[in-house]
């Protein structure tokens, strides 16, 4: 259930996520959960863990300046991570989807379509048309996620960075039709 205020209290067991509240807050920076992310499901992102948690502090400050970040909360700890950021090298009316992620403990339980929302949301009122991101072949439930929410395949495919025996395909979302 999606709530309008974050829950500060609660079971800190991650099965009781289930059957909390989520919420969905706005932040700069959660350096934790990124690294739980990459920890969690490394097969699904361009870089690495021992890459990420191997940073100072200063890049940590550099990456979450650079990004729009939005993190789902239930009972007070941080169970989803999305960022939005614009490319330079991309059209102007273009904005990318990185970082997303949802701990397995609340996977299914509305987390992910409220952070997809919120990215899309920011993108829209940043004038973006198109919204991208990239997938890793390893990541079907991703997959099937974004394209339910929208985003088709555009063809092009590419090496995920951090697994040269991977690849990854480019989805794009058409925001002037998503609602």
Do not use: K
């Amino acid at each position: 259930m999606w709530g309008t205020a974050e829950s500060r209290s609660g079971p800190r067991d991650r099965r009781a996520y289930a059957a909390g509240e989520i919420v969905l807050r706005a932040r700069r920076s959660e350096r934790s959960v990124r690294l739980e992310a990459l920890r969690e499901a490394p097969y699904a992102f361009s870089s690495t863990y021992a890459s990420e948690s191997a940073r100072g502090d200063q890049w940590w400050r550099d990456r979450t300046r650079a990004r729009a970040w939005f993190l789902a909360w239930c009972h007070g700890l941080p169970v989803g991570i999305i960022a939005g950021e614009a490319d330079p090298s991309s059209p102007a009316h273009e904005r990318h989807v990185v970082s997303m992620w949802v701990d397995p403990q609340v996977r299914g339980a509305g987390a992910a379509d409220a952070l997809m929302a919120a990215v899309g949301d920011w993108a829209r009122r940043q004038g973006a048309r198109t919204l991208t991101l990239w997938v890793a072949d390893g990541s079907p439930r991703a997959r099937a996620f974004y394209q339910r929410t929208g985003f088709r395949d555009t063809g092009v495919r590419q090496p995920l960075s951090s697994n040269s025996d991977a690849a990854e395909a480019e989805l794009s979302l058409d925001l002037t039709r998503a609602e």
